[in-house]
């Protein structure tokens, strides 16, 4: 199967820069992973912070919708919608 971008949008809770605090070492490690792993090519929270964007490279989406299964953000609330979209890479990329 060839690997497709995908893009990873969080919205998230008010407050989110401070309620983050505790679960923030958790998510960072599991991106950490995804990224060694090569499916996780950037993220970070948006400005304000008032979501997230996350970009994967992987084969499908269940392999992104397996990264926020076990995210804390979203185990704990603080993500209150997410979804997975295809993203059709046109300039950029390999």
Same mark, same amino acid.
């Given at each position: 199967m060839t690997a497709m971008?995908?893009?990873l949008q969080y919205e998230v809770?008010?407050?989110y820069v401070e309620r983050r605090k505790p679960f +923030? $070492?958790?998510?960072?490690?599991?991106?950490?992973?995804e990224r060694a792993a090569g499916r996780l090519v950037?993220? /970070?929270?948006?400005d304000p912070?008032?979501?997230?964007l996350l970009v994967f +490279? $992987?084969?499908s989406a269940a392999e992104v919708e397996a990264f926020v299964a076990r995210?804390?953000?979203?185990?704990? /609330?603080l993500v209150t919608a997410w979804r997975v979209r295809a993203w059709n890479v046109v300039v950029g990329g390999e």
């Open positions: 971008y995908f893009a809770v008010e407050s +923030r $070492a958790e998510h960072l490690a599991l991106a950490e992973a950037m993220a /970070g929270a948006l912070p008032d979501g997230a +490279r $992987a084969g995210d804390p953000y979203v185990r704990e /609330g």
